[in-house]
Nanobody, 122 residues
């Protein structure tokens, strides 16, 4: 069974950092691009970053560019989202998803994790 599991969320103060992990089970991530998305209450799901299967190509939404980085360790079957300089508006449930193409459009992704809550508050 193909499964993605996010972890690393939590409560952090403004200006702080968190690293989210997206671990795959039941399949290898080697051939998949991974996207990170977030959804705040009452808002649509927003694509914030993606990384190609090789890791050679990445993409970031303007709202997180310069603050977030994405990386992958195919040997560990895991993708990471490093979030720095966090702001209260970054508060949301964060999801990872797998597909063949690196894109920040959620409708194009077939496989999703269950999400992890990130709360940025003092």
């Amino acid at each position: 069974q193909l499964q993605l599991v996010e972890s690393g969320g939590g409560l952090v103060q403004p200006g702080g950092s968190l690293r989210l992990s997206c671990a795959a089970s039941g399949f290898t991530l080697d051939y998949y691009a991974i996207g990170w998305f977030r959804q705040a209450p009452g808002k649509e799901r927003e694509g914030i970053s993606c990384i190609s299967s090789s890791g050679g190509s990445t993409n970031f939404a303007s709202s997180v560019k310069g603050r977030f980085t994405i990386s992958r360790d195919n040997a560990k079957n895991t993708v990471y989202l490093q979030m720095n300089s966090l702001k209260p508006e970054d508060t949301a449930v964060y999801y990872c998803a797998a597909d063949r193409v690196c894109t920040v459009y959620p409708a194009l992704y077939d496989y999703w994790g269950q999400g992890t809550q990130v709360t940025v508050s003092s």
